[in-house]
């Protein structure tokens, strides 16, 4: 063990063991985590090792990945995993698989098989045909991806170019008339969809549909098969590719498709809400109010998963980064002439400590996103009528500014986490330039993080409508929503008394939780009534509202960024508070939840001093309180330092999960630098490869000898 590291645990206030059972959820799951999580780590085959990752070339990674999930399915099936009460036999509904996944700490092609195909036939297909297809995609006869996305169309999928047109049984159709799936240009070509490339043999294809009448009806899911389930060959009519390497992911064969006329049974349209009949006549179902809004919580439920991951990832990178910077020692303490800790340099402090409060921030408002949505959810499922469409949208507006603000965080944080390990965080056997790579994917997909915050935007300004007309029961609406806090706010400012200032008095009372969210509170309600404000000019001077709407885009941005740092900080603090209350008793004891505390106030006292224009803009706060937002950062890095390293190791990240030399929990980071870059195939041969076919020419041949001058050119 290396000396640094044992001291700095030692040195820590607190018990790292009690808050890895917070977040795992007790005791209990910590020990099962444990156990899963050797399971993988220990297996006899040894596929599961991550040790050669950086020296394959990608087609062995991809290949060496699905031997992962193979074995996995293996394990599962012999440990009895899928077959809890209601998971079904399917193993991805086991509460265990997601720990397992995580385990194996490498990408699986096969993922978008459970992340969206199998969710698609549940939630789009009838009961007909989820009896057909889910028993083959538990059984892993049927593996599925999810084909929207086109070369020339991402997000705009009322533009999407594919068609399916139905085919009746009178002209060519089979029986019940069929589908001809088609790709009318090279724009319409499927491209990115992961899994699709090589490993799907059937994709849910989002296709523009031509009924029986030749009229277009918006776009349909339609299930394709793509391969033989007998021997993986293409079917006819379909080409499929992978698209190529990529910045990271690639264990994925994120891949194209295009369809030559490819017919396929009419009741391979999903058929839960849309049906074309053997004539080719289309009808809607018309969808109940309780529907159409788990319809909408389905589709949240991805970005409030990658809010929760964003968390994980981050929390990675800090234990790497971290650790390593416990270890690394440069520059000399004058007094003992011993080299010091970087750990101990302000800035290196001032670079590392905010994201690890983020990644802690980031996990308690991941687990209230979900479980809202799993709570709104069951009452809707349970037959209940008091869910309003008010606090669905205002959840939509949530997970949307949540979503855009902790992913750009992360992927950022990431990489400033690889930075602050110098030289070394540049090689691949750090972990952090792999786990940079494949993070960058998280500001993108699920909603472009430039583009979400109209989406925010959109449902507050419904909440500045109903606070300045003074309706009472349209404000009423709110009381279960997020968005609530504002409401105080947004009284004071509309109603122009402006009497909101920041009321600290010194620099213990701005360091205060309550003072922090009510500046957190103030700007973002400041902000939503500047963009309502100028949207409402824009328009009154003649503008089209599309025109003033583009134009406020930028304000739009700053309005979702304020929202997502209230609610941040907000559920970080009242998680703690729950916690102190709790009538059960806490799982945190007074020290833990005191570091916690700090954790919470660096966050809100980080994000305020970086965007500290917005406080001193209209006065909220002054030049003096600005003062005492920077001295408080300085003191909760002060606060927090002693327990850096016992914060990481409380995430609990196994040697095997993090993949990295300066990461260990040991800390003997040089030897396995050196035993890493030993590894390379680089260094195996001697000479090394290239002597004798092109540098002997040069050292020994002659070819770059000085003969004199020649003519030149």
Known sequence: MNADLARERSNATFDPEVIT?????????????????????????????????????????????????????????????????????????????????????????????????????????????????????????????????????????????????FLPESKGGDKGGSWIIN????????????????????????????????????????????????????????????IGPKIGLNNYDNGFARFDNVKIPRRNMAMRFAQVDEQGKYTKASMSDATSKISYITMMLVRAFIVNEAGKNLAQACTVSIRYSAVRRQGFDESSRRELQILDYRQQQHRLLPHLCESYCFFFTGKKLLDHLFSIENRIVSGSDDVLKTEVADLHASSSALKSFTTTVAADGIEDCRKACGGHGFLQASGLPELACTYLQNPTVEGDNQMLPQQVVKVLLKLVTAVQSGDADAIGQYKRCDSRYLIPSLKSILGGDNAEECRATNEETMTDIATLLAAYRHRAARLLVGVAAQIQEAVSEGAAMQKAWNDALIQMARVSRAHAMYLLLDNFATSLEDERQSKAGSQLGPNEIEVMTDLARLFGLYWLEREIGDFLEDGYLSSEQAGWVRSGVLKMLDNI?????????????????????????????????????????????????????????????????????????
Not at 127 to 150: F, N, S, V
Not at 669 to 698: C, F, S, W
Request: glycine letters at 8%.
């Open 21 to 165: 059972a917070l977040l795992d959820g007790g005791k209990e799951k910590t020990a099962r985590r444990r156990q899963l999580e050797a399971l993988v780590a220990r297996d006899p085959t040894g596929v599961f090792s991550n040790d050669d990752n950086a020296y394959l070339h990608r087609k062995d990674r991809h290949v060496r990945a699905l031997a992962k999930f193979v074995r996995l399915v293996e394990l599962c099936r012999s440990h009895g995993i899928g077959s809890e009460p209601g998971a079904d036999g399917e193993i991805t509904k086991s509460a265990d698989f997601p720990t397992l996944m995580a385990a194996v700490a490498d990408d699986i092609p096969t993922a978008l098989h459970w992340v969206m195909f199998v969710p698609n036939i549940r939630s789009l297909c009838d009961d007909e045909q989820q009896a057909e297809w889910l028993p083959m995609c538990r059984d892993w006869k049927m593996i599925g991806c999810y084909a929207q996305t086109e070369l020339g169309h991402g997000s705009n999928i009322r533009a999407l170019e594919t068609t399916a047109t």
């Open 183 to 242: 790709s009318p240009s090279l724009t319409s070509s499927k491209f990115w969809p992961g899994t699709l490339g090589r490993t799907a043999n059937h994709a849910m294809v989002i296709a523009q549909l031509i009924d029986g009448d030749g009229k277009h009806r918006g776009i349909h899911n339609f299930l394709v098969p793509l391969r033989s389930m007998d021997d993986h060959t293409l079917l006819p009519g379909v080409i499929t590719g992978d």
């Open 641 to 713: 330092r002693p327990n850096a390293v016992a914060l990481v190791d409380a995430r609990d990240f196994s040697d095997f999960r993090l993949k990295s030399a300066l990461g260990r929990y040991d800390g003997n980071v040089y030897p396995e630098i050196m035993k890493t870059a030993k590894k390379d195939p680089l260094n195996q041969t001697e000479p090394g490869p290239g002597y004798e076919e092109h540098l002997k020419r040069l050292i020994v041949g002659g070819v770059g000898a000085f003969t004199g001058t020649q003519s030149r050119l």
